[in-house]
């Protein structure tokens, strides 16, 4: 009788827990529970489990085609002033570019410091393909979509974005015969977003056999011999976080920082067990509207862009991997070579897809940049999926900021929803 009132509390105050303390604590579960199952032989359970994970995965990316299409028809649409669409859209280039390039150097600085590959030494034997860059004016006609239907069935969020653009614009040209049409996407609009909302109050389940998975997969003493790689980028993340976005949230946006951080938890919890950030746009979109006070005429341009093109945490993470490689295979590293790792990371990022694994296979175009041998690609992807969830993280909390400082920059930002934490209590997008 006293266990059944005792679970029956439990859950109870399951229920009634905000949303993003039920993520939190499902990661912890999560992890405890993988690495009991690993220690104890049990991993292969973990498979199972899994399948919470992916399906709640599948759920997400259910979301990203309309969910892009019709919040960007729809941001569009109520920034009717082509001068200031234009504007929004430089700003933001220029904060991608500028953040994405200071985040590699951040990961050569911890590469050098921290001397991930001093101790690993390996000769190269020249097996794995590289990946090569696209050329620059390829990648630009490819942006136009010569079929959208055939771009939405492949999920090209880039061509989604260009004919979204254009279709929201030829409806402000079009003016009051428009009208329907335009009253037409609001309500859409209204609908997907109700149906995000939906998805990601399953998300502490699928946060929770994902993790389970990770842990119960790799083991803790898997990671011990490249745990100094691991080091590097977790910390370089948590220095670009902090000190980066931190700081423009601080000094450029004039906003506290803390609230910043609090109001993204849910999507960087669930960026870090999903590693997508194509996927994880739902959630990113819904946090940065209603946790920030963000106007989604602002947010359904910069994140669907940020989730596309702004991979920090990548960035970051093939500084740091260049490095580690050069190392290890005893390759010295001049200082024309780190400018060329700057340039080639921050390209290879944008070209990067939000997908897991996505920096993993772009990583070559980077060592071959250099030179480096590309078995440097094979030692990381044993561990990748756990660097993954690191630049992943960065790569969503990225877009969110830049999200804040062009919405803050624009007039575009509810200040009192920013600064109010009640307001999160509200997104607990009703699931007690
Ligand atoms: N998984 C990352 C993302 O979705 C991309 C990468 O692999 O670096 O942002």
Not at 254 to 267: K, M
Not at 402 to 423: K, M, Q, R
Request: aromatic share 8%; glycine share 10%.
């Amino acid at each position: 009788m006293v266990m059944q009132s005792k679970s029956a509390n439990i859950f109870l105050s399951w229920t009634r827990m905000l949303l993003w303390k039920q993520i939190a604590v499902a990661l912890v579960l999560g992890l405890a529970l993988g690495v009991l199952l690993n220690m104890t032989g049990n991993a292969a359970v973990t498979g199972t489990i899994k399948l919470v994970g992916d399906a709640f995965i599948a759920a997400i990316k259910m979301l990203v085609v309309p969910l892009v299409f019709v919040s960007l028809v729809c941001g569009m649409t109520s920034i009717a002033e082509i001068g200031r669409m234009g504007r929004i859209g430089i700003k933001t280039l220029v904060f991608y570019l500028g953040t994405t390039a200071f985040a590699v150097a951040i990961g050569l600085v911890l590469g050098i410091l921290l001397e991930p590959g001093a101790g690993v030494s390996l000769v190269a034997d020249g097996k794995v393909e590289a990946k090569q860059a696209p050329p620059f004016g390829e990648l630009i006609v490819g942006i136009i979509p010569t079929n959208p239907v055939s771009s939405a069935a492949d999920g090209n969020v880039l061509q989604i974005i260009f004919f979204a653009i254009l279709f929201g614009l030829a409806i402000n040209l079009a003016g009051a015969a428009a009208k329907p049409i335009r009253a037409f996407f609001d309500a859409l609009n209204a609908v997907i977003m109700k149906l995000a909302e939906i998805v990601v109050a399953f998300a502490p389940y699928g946060v929770f056999a994902l993790m389970t998975w990770v842990a119960g997969s790799y083991g803790v003493e898997m990671l011990l011999p490249l745990g100094l790689i691991i080091l590097a980028v977790y910390l370089g993340c948590l220095i670009h976080a902090v000190v980066v976005y931190g700081g423009l949230i601080a000094c450029m946006a004039r906003l506290s920082p803390f609230r910043f951080f609090q109001g993204v938890i849910e999507p960087a919890i669930v960026s870090f067990t999903s590693t997508s950030s194509a996927g994880t746009l739902p959630v990113t979109m819904a946090a940065t509207t209603r946790n920030l006070g963000v106007k989604s005429s602002v947010a359904s341009f910069t994140l669907p862009l940020g989730a596309t093109i702004n991979m920090d945490g990548t960035a970051l993470y093939q500084g740091v991997t260049a490095v580690f490689v050069a190392q290890a295979f005893g390759v010295t590293l001049s200082g024309a070579d780190y400018s060329t790792i700057v340039a080639a990371a921050t390209l290879a990022s944008i070209g990067t897809a939000g997908v897991p694994g996505g920096g993993l296979i772009m990583l070559s175009m980077v060592l071959t940049s250099v030179g480096l041998p590309l078995e440097g690609v094979a030692i990381i992807a044993g561990i990748d999926r756990i660097l993954d969830m690191a630049r992943t993280t960065l790569n969503v909390v990225g877009d969110c900021a830049c999200t804040v400082l062009v919405a803050t920059s624009e007039g575009e930002i509810d200040i009192d929803a920013f600064n109010n934490p009640s307001v999160m209590a509200a997104s607990k997008f009703e699931n007690g």
